[in-house]
């Protein structure tokens, strides 16, 4: 009987504690969060930076040409604004999860057979970074084709109105032209009258 007791204490405590446990968790995700949205300048800073240097080593490795290296860091910059939106949002609702489980993985304490695996652990985060990445760059391409067509098409208006400008410019000119007044081609006659 007492050990049927005891292990119902045991079971309470454990349960009490895990109560506890969970609640400071999510008190630690929600002061994170805050943290984040306080602090969005800051998050705003170090999303730049690592654009800056992932955009200049995703450049010289995917980009064969070393002429292209300079257009290509220029598109780099152009599409940094767009990469800091859609990246802050990222940031924002992922790595505050993200962090509170890392802490918490840090003050378990668990021991060495029941963790997982630092491959496995790897090969996750790699996994999650790869598809980031190519979220990133599907959305970089997108931004460069809009680009290209925001290009031409103000070049294809420029044109038109060049082209526009030019006729009307012809038809005003030639309707002057053309047109001679008809006070021109009238002699002028003597309007003076001799006085007897």
Known sequence: MTTRSENSLTALKRSVEERMEADRMRDVLLLLEGLVNREETTAKIILDCLYDVGSVHLINQKASCRHLHGMMKFIARMSKPAFRFFALRWFKRTCPKLI???LHSKVIFQKLSDQPSTDAVQDV??????????????????IQRLRFQVRWLTG????AIAALGGVVTLW???????????????PQSATLHEQP
């Open 156 to 159: 294809a208006l420029i044109g």
């Open 100 to 102: 509170a489980d890392w």
């Open 172 to 186: 005003l000119a030639s309707g002057f032209v053309l047109e001679p007044s008809p006070r021109s081609h009238q």
């Open 125 to 142: 985060t790699s996994q999650q970074l790869t598809t980031a990445l190519t979220k990133v760059d599907n959305c970089s391409q997108e």
